[in-house]
């Protein structure tokens, strides 16, 4: 049987913003509770009171704190490592690509600092780098085979810790701060301890700004 709670459970976390901000607190139970009931009747099929609603929201705000507190931590000492000149490429697959990133891999000084990171997917493959190797990227994979091309892009690090792994919600949390904040996520990047956002440069000193209030907020 379909409970109020569980319809009003569903109604709020099809809305980002009403989960975020029953999460945070800052929103009115008895308003929301008045905004909704009508489309919670409809699910239910039946007349609910307004203060059924507004008990359901409650509870769901109660759990969404209680779990953000339980499940995510972000260790203090969380470092931030922010990177800029940056040029994606969105590159077609083709049987000859691998040949071609194989020549690229030995054109960059890692331990110089030099940037390349390689995202494969199903039909194309994303590639990020320095902003200055761009020529030698273009030339060596074919300017025809280049689907996408985005310049001015600046990459934000979090290195964390290895449980990273097997903690859920970990990236969601960021991902939900940014979008919070309402910041554009270009790129996302991962590794097993560290997770790279790559956003535009007009976005990057905000987006820094709010994953580092994220971490002080879970680090407490």
Do not use: C
Request: net charge negative; aromatic share 8%; hydrophobic share 45%.
């Amino acid at each position: 049987m379909v409970t109020v709670s569980a319809v009003v459970k569903r109604i709020v976390n099809e809305k980002p913003f009403l989960q975020e901000g029953l999460r945070q607190g800052i929103i009115s139970f008895a308003a929301l509770a008045e905004s909704i009931k009508q489309q919670v009747e409809q699910q239910l099929g039946e007349e609910v009171s307004h203060a059924a609603v507004i008990m359901a929201l409650r509870r769901h705000s109660e759990a969404l704190a209680e779990g953000e507190v339980k499940k995510i931590r972000f260790a203090p000492h969380t470092q931030l490592t922010l990177k800029t000149n940056l040029v994606y490429f969105s590159v077609k697959m083709s049987p000859q690509l691998f040949k071609r990133l194989e020549t690229l891999y030995k054109l960059f000084d890692y331990e110089a600092g030099d940037t390349f990171n390689v995202i494969h997917g199903n039909q194309e493959v994303s590639i990020v780098t320095d902003d200055k190797h761009e020529k030698e990227v273009i030339a060596t994979i074919g300017n025809g085979q280049v689907a996408t091309q985005e310049r001015n892009l600046v990459s934000i690090s979090m290195g964390l810790e290895r449980e990273f792994l097997y903690t859920p919600g970990m990236i969601f949390a960021v991902t939900r701060k940014l979008y919070w904040d309402n910041i554009n996520i270009f790129e996302l990047v991962t590794a097993a301890t560290e997770l790279t956002f790559i956003f535009h440069k007009k976005d990057a000193m905000r987006a820094y700004a709010s994953i580092q209030e994220l971490i002080e907020e879970k680090g407490q």
